[in-house]
């Protein structure tokens, strides 16, 4: 059973950062792609982030490319997401996720990913 468990999220005033952290149960975790996602009130969950299972190749949605930056310590069994240069679009509820079965599904769809952490709410004042 895998579990994930996001911290990090906080109120912060625009222009500011954070770094969200997820930290995940069992062996999976460094033979797994991971993503992150975020939902505001009354949208849809959207891709934001996703890295390799070795840390390799990653991906950024359009809205945070240049300033958001992805990355995991393998050996930690933690993927981490570090926000710079927040705006108050960013505030949502960001979720960590950990690829499935469905491979056929890109990375930046929900579909892809099995596992979900419960969450961390991250607010950008402006």
């Known amino acids: 059973q895998v579990q994930l468990v996001e911290s990090g999220g906080a109120l912060v005033q625009a222009g500011g950062s954070l770094r969200l952290s997820c930290a995940a149960s069992g062996s999976i975790f460094r033979r797994s792609d991971m993503g992150w996602f975020r939902q505001a009130p009354g949208k849809e969950r959207d891709f934001v982030s996703a890295?390799?299972?070795?840390?390799?190749?990653?991906y950024y949605a359009d809205s945070v490319k240049g300033r958001f930056t992805i990355s995991r310590d393998n050996d930690k069994n933690t993927v981490y997401l570090q926000m710079d240069s927040l705006i108050p679009d960013d505030t949502a509820v960001y979720y960590c996720?950990?690829?499935?079965?469905?491979?056929?599904?890109?990375?930046?769809?929900?579909?892809?990913?099995?596992?979900w952490g419960q969450g961390t709410q991250v607010t950008v004042s402006s």
């Open positions: 996720a950990l690829e499935g079965s469905r491979r056929g599904f890109s990375l930046v769809d929900p579909l892809r990913y099995d596992y």
């Open positions: 890295i390799s299972w070795s840390g390799a190749h990653t």
